[in-house]
T-cell receptor
Framework: SAVISQKPSRDICQRGTSLTIQCQVD?????MFWYRQQPGQSLTLIAT?????????ESGFVIDKFPISRPNLTFSTLTVSNMSPEDSSIYLC???????????FGPGTRLLVL | QKEVEQDPGPLSVPEGAIVSLNCTYS??????FMWYRQYSRKGPELLMY????GNKEDGRFTAQVDKSSKYISLFIRDSQPSDSATYLC????????????FGDGTTLTVKP
């Protein structure tokens, strides 16, 4: 199994500012994922972050808005840039185990943009 | 139209009841099916994983997949108050679980 921690657990931000969310995993993993979970809606994949390469973004998400870093096999950051109230959501970090069958999620970062 | 539709709920049942949670999907390429449980203010945790039609049982939980009807279900027997959570179905076309498509979730409350 993998234990994932995220910082911060929650934040309230002003529009126009940026927030960087950190994700730490207790074991080395190849692939890390960032999801958004808006109230009453399903998890939406933002991007896949691989160590040593550029993140791969899903349709509707762009690097300028959600820059991602992946400096090593246990850590990643997601920045939500130039925030607007529409960015208010829960942001989740996720990894899959070596068999690529089991997916683990962090506790999430609850973001409110005023 | 969403690729994955999940019965929205919410569901409220008495302790000991049998619970049925359901999802339908439209993408025939989906081959792997998962159920996650998400407690309030926590990330989702994997409950069941299956890749074939039929039933898979794990304790009080049974996952059922009908690929011909593009329909999956999760049954919870002898439901407990600790089962109160949001349940998410997820499915993917390949073994890369990170590319799963999730349902919107069904919130279940089991009353003692």
């Amino acid at each position: 199994s993998a234990v994932i921690s995220q910082k911060p657990s929650r934040d309230i931000c002003q529009r126009g500012t940026s927030l960087t969310i950190q994700c730490q995993v207790d074991s080395q993993v190849t692939m890390m994922f960032w999801y958004r979970q808006q109230p009453g809606q399903s998890l939406t994949l933002i991007a896949t972050a691989n160590q040593g390469s550029e993140a791969t973004y899903e349709s509707g998400f762009v690097i300028d808005k959600f820059p991602i870093s992946r400096p090593n096999l246990t850590f990643s950051t997601l920045t939500v840039s130039n925030m607007s109230p529409e960015d208010s959501s829960i942001y989740l970090c996720s990894v899959i185990d070596r068999t690529q069958e089991t997916q683990y999620f962090g506790p999430g970062t609850r973001l409110l943009v005023l | 139209q969403k690729e994955v539709e999940q019965d929205p709920g919410p569901l409220s049942v008495p302790e000991g009841a049998i619970v049925s949670l359901n999802c339908t999907y439209s993408n025939s390429a989906f081959q792997y099916f998962m159920w996650y449980r998400q407690y309030s203010r926590k990330g989702p945790e994997l409950l069941m994983y299956t890749y074939s039609s039929g039933n898979k049982e794990d304790g009080r939980f049974t996952a059922q997949v009908d690929k011909s009807s593009k329909y999956i279900s999760l049954f919870i027997r002898d439901s407990q108050p600790s089962d109160s959570a949001t349940y998410l179905c997820a499915m993917s076309a390949n073994t890369n679980a990170g590319k799963s498509t999730f349902g919107d979730g069904t919130t279940l409350t089991v009353k003692p």
